[in-house]
């Protein structure tokens, strides 16, 4: 199995910038694309990133594109989100996931994904 953990979430202005961190246990991180989810009170999970196993290709939703960007070091087994131009919008609960280990296609499906970290808030003020 692989644990995630999420963290650089927190409080800030419109137009700041925030870089989640999702740091995943084992030897087989490499192996699993990661998806990157944000989920308000409320609402349903909804897909903001991903990134393969190998880095080579990512994918954003329409909201996220050109703001954000999601990138991996598999030698640290972390994955990264770079939030930039963030806008109230945003608010919600960042969560990673591990897709299914080296899968072909690509899913922006929470379904799709094995498994979840925690969590991190990521607050927008206007």
């Known amino acids: 199995q692989v644990q995630l953990v999420e963290s650089g979430g927190g409080l800030v202005q419109a137009g700041g910038s925030l870089r989640l961190s999702c740091a995943a246990s084992g030897r087989t991180f490499s192996a699993y694309t990661i998806g990157w989810f944000r989920q308000a009170p409320g609402l349903e999970r909804e897909f903001v990133a991903l990134i393969s196993w190998s880095g080579r290709s990512t994918q954003y939703a329409d909201s996220a594109k050109g703001r954000f960007t999601a990138s991996r070091d598999n030698a640290k087994n972390t994955a990264y989100l770079q939030m930039n131009s963030l806008k109230p919008e945003d608010t919600a609960a960042y969560y990673c996931?591990?897709?299914?280990?080296?899968?072909?296609?690509?899913?922006?499906?929470?379904?799709?994904?094995?498994?979840w970290g925690q969590g991190t808030q990521v607050t927008v003020s206007s």
């Open positions: 996931g591990a897709g299914r280990p080296r899968a072909t296609v690509l899913s922006a499906l929470p379904g799709d994904y094995v498994y």
